[in-house]
T-cell receptor, first 116, second 114 residues
Framework: AQKVTQAQTEISVVEKEDVTLDCVYE???????LFWYKQPPSGELVFLIR??????QNEISGRYSWNFQKSTSSFNFTITASQVVDSAVYFC?????????????FGAGTILRVKS | EAGVAQSPRYKIIEKRQSVAFWCNPI?????LYWYQQILGQGPKLLIQ????????DSQLPKDRFSAERLKGVDSTLKIQPAKLEDSAVYLC????????????FGSGTQLSVL
């Protein structure tokens, strides 16, 4: 069975600090996809990134970066120079490779609070 | 481009009552999902549709939950009768349905069962 663990329930940082959100996953599949979503107070889940299991290159998008390590089954997310607008719940998710769509299995989420 | 629309935004009912939620996915999206998000937890998949057919409903409590997607566009999720443990946010999501896509989520319906 697939499982995603986000061990950090809540993180508080001061604006401009860097912060890393951890994600560890379990799967028996050789082909799978990893995702990060952001859930602001409005409730809508906002897509941040999708990564397939064959692509271990780290990715950077502005202040966001992701570190994927198959050897440790981890897909960590770092926000550089955090801002108050980054305050939200962040979810890591895993999907098996399907013919149609993605069947996401979510972690419990990490609440990020950025204080000014 | 319009996003995934859901209604109502909030619903309060008493246990044993019935309730229905509505979802209008992004135009042209073939795949539609309903997720249940209990407070403090990540979303959990209830059912996945591909056009108007069910792909996966293995986690749907079929004794009380039902869902349909007539004509392969809008979808409704119904709970009858509701239990206290059904209190949650019900999220609808859609995606084009081709490989290697991402899910687009609606803002959800927050259900409180008293």
């Amino acid at each position: 069975a697939q499982k995603v663990t986000q061990a950090q329930t809540e993180i508080s940082v001061v604006e401009k600090e860097d912060v890393t959100l951890d994600c560890v996953y379990e799967t028996r599949d050789t082909t799978y996809y990893l995702f990060w979503y952001k859930q602001p107070p409005s409730g809508e889940l906002v897509f941040l990134i999708r990564r397939n299991s064959f692509d271990e290159q780290n990715e950077i998008s502005g202040r966001y970066s992701w570190n994927f390590q198959k050897s440790t089954s981890s897909f960590n997310f770092t926000i550089t120079a955090s801002q108050v607008v980054d305050s939200a719940v962040y979810f890591c998710a895993l999907s098996e490779a399907l013919l149609y769509g993605n069947k996401l299995v979510f972690g419990a989420g990490t609440i990020l609070r950025v204080k000014s | 481009e319009a996003g995934v629309a859901q209604s109502p935004r909030y619903k309060i009912i008493e246990k044993r009552q019935s309730v229905a939620f509505w979802c209008n996915p992004i135009s042209g999206h073939a795949t539609l999902y309903w997720y249940q998000q209990i407070l403090g937890q990540g979303p959990k998949l209830l059912i996945q549709f591909q056009n108007n057919g069910v792909v996966d409903d293995s986690q749907l409590p079929k004794d009380r939950f039902s869902a349909e997607r007539l004509k392969g566009v809008d979808s409704t999720l119904k709970i009858q009768p509701a239990k206290l443990e059904d209190s949650a946010v019900y999220l609808c999501a859609s995606e084009p349905g081709r490989l290697n896509e991402k899910l687009f989520f609606g803002s959800g319906t927050q259900l409180s069962v008293l």
